[in-house]
């Protein structure tokens, strides 16, 4: 019996984590509300475009979502912002998806583009952005949880701690740091960096050395044409057409 309700506690915890952590649960408390109450989801959208000139770097910052960025043939950068927001109406919801709004600021040296999702005190939504810049343009990205997807770049810096990671087409050097979702990645010009564990990792056609720290999960390497730097435990590891050295440690 005590093994019973002990697993019965672990997994009503995992589904109170899983909510709470993709803001469907609201953990601010009102005595006149229902505590911990599911509300419907509605969704919304907001775009916003900048014209140029931008320096040098794109920094995007999200939590709670995905983001999408995909370099273009044009000179201006265009922001999509889908709003998902948990609320028991329609009406509710949408003076929530009034108040949360892309926000925008711009200094000599990166222009950030994210929400103000801090200036609410009642989560509860996620929110996912969509943005086309300048193809060759750099990157920066940080999000919290959810699938990140970047092509057509120059230099990208990707930090997702908790997401599926897939990139292509990136003209300079690639970081990249995830865990728990796989990561792929093709056609890379020159040095890759990548940081990840509980997952699997994918990488074809990378032109410059290639560094990558690993825990828990696979990694299949090809068409690497400079050398290769494995730190790994617990995982599996799968190179093909090398054209530097490799130096891999693993275990288990």
């Not at 509300?39 to 040098?56: G, K, L, N």
């Not at 999000?143 to 599926?164: F, H, L, Q, W």
């Amino acid at each position: 019996a005590k093994e019973i309700i002990l697993l019965l506690l672990i997994i009503a915890a995992g589904v109170f984590l899983h909510h709470a952590y993709t803001g469907k649960l609201d953990f601010d408390i009102y005595w006149d509300e229902d505590i911990f109450f599911f509300f419907e989801p509605f969704d919304f959208e907001e775009t916003h475009e900048i014209e140029p000139p931008f320096p040098a770097e794109i920094h995007v910052i999200n939590r709670n979502g995905e983001v999408v960025i995909q370099g273009a043939d044009q000179e201006k950068i265009s922001i999509r912002l889908k709003k998902k927001i948990w609320r028991r109406d329609e009406k509710e919801a949408r003076e929530v998806a009034n108040g949360l709004n892309i926000i925008t600021e711009k200094d000599e040296q990166k222009i950030l583009i994210r929400t103000n999702r801090d200036d609410l005190r009642r989560k509860r939504f996620n929110t996912s952005f969509s943005v086309i810049i300048p193809i060759g343009s750099d990157v920066k990205v940080s999000n919290t949880y959810g699938m990140v997807k970047v092509a057509n770049t120059g230099d990208t810096d990707i930090e997702n701690p908790n997401g599926e990671t897939i990139v292509a087409d990136v003209a300079g050097n690639l970081t990249l740091s995830n865990k728990y979702e796989n990561v792929l990645i093709t056609n890379v010009a020159s040095d890759c960096i990548i940081h990840s564990h509980n997952s699997d990792v994918r990488m074809k056609n990378v032109g410059g050395k290639t560094e990558i720290t690993h825990r828990y999960g696979r990694i299949e390497l090809e068409d690497i044409l400079k050398n290769v730097i494995i730190d790994g435990s617990n995982s599996e590891i799968s190179c093909k057409n090398i054209g530097g050295s490799v130096r891999a440690e693993s275990s288990y």
